[in-house]
T-cell receptor, first 114, second 113 residues
């Protein structure tokens, strides 16, 4: 069965630290990958997505993610986090035939210390 | 202009009651969804409609019944509410069935007491 795994349940960093959040998926065939962010008390917003092409994807707010097919991974990175990045981050995947629901990982709570 | 709007934002009700949550999208998308987010923030899909037709119906108690009067609206009716139904319910829409990512509504926090 398809699944999305996020390794870190809760991450605490200081401002200006570098961030990497792990995500692995188990899908056969072509896959579309996403990272969503949920700020406290708010709805989910799309940070970035990967469909095909350059495996390094740049998103909003300075985030990027790298698709590594051989590792079934799609890790999220940011070189220097800010206090305002405190939020819940969800990795998600859908089959690449565009005819499938998105499955979400369990989320990683990121807490940035000022 | 809100792209995906849900009402109400908060809903507190007693066990056994019946309640509805409404969702509307003005993006012209063909597909709409209901997701449940539990207290641990886990997001689980419940239903999906494409052009008023039910295409995904996950293992959800039949007390939950979605209704899509047109492709811009997807409502969720819940009968005989239970304590375990307390959660945040998110509506979402997409142009196709998932490939492009979803646009989410702001959520409805349901508390059953």
């Amino acid at each position: 069965a398809q699944s999305v795994s996020q390794h870190n349940h809760h991450v605490i960093l200081s401002e200006a630290a570098s961030l990497e959040l792990g995500c692995n998926y188990s899908y056969g065939g072509t896959v579309n990958l996403f990272w969503y962010v949920q700020y406290p008390g708010q709805h989910l917003q799309l940070l970035l997505k990967y469909f095909s092409g350059d495996p390094l994807v740049k998103g909003i707010k300075g985030f990027e993610a790298e698709f590594i097919k051989s590792k079934f991974s799609f890790n999220l990175r940011k070189p220097s986090v800010q206090w305002s990045d405190t939020a819940e981050y969800f990795c998600a995947a859908a089959r690449g035939n565009r005819d499938d629901k998105i499955i979400f990982g369990k989320g990683t709570r990121l807490h940035i210390l000022p | 202009d809100t792209a995906v709007s849900q009402t109400p934002k908060y809903l507190v009700t007693q066990m056994g009651n019946d309640k509805s949550i409404k969702c509307e999208q003005n993006l012209g998308h063909d597909t709409m969804y209901w997701y449940k987010q539990d207290s641990k923030k886990f997001l689980k899909i419940m239903f999906s409609y494409n052009n008023k037709e039910l295409i995904i119906n996950e293992t959800v108690p039949n007390r939950f019944s979605p209704k899509s009067p047109d492709k811009a609206h997807l409502n969720l009716h819940i009968n005989s509410l239970e304590l375990g139904d307390s959660a945040v319910y998110f509506c979402a829409s997409s142009q196709d069935a998932g490939g492009d990512g979803y646009t989410f509504g702001s959520g409805t926090r349901l508390t059953v007491v």
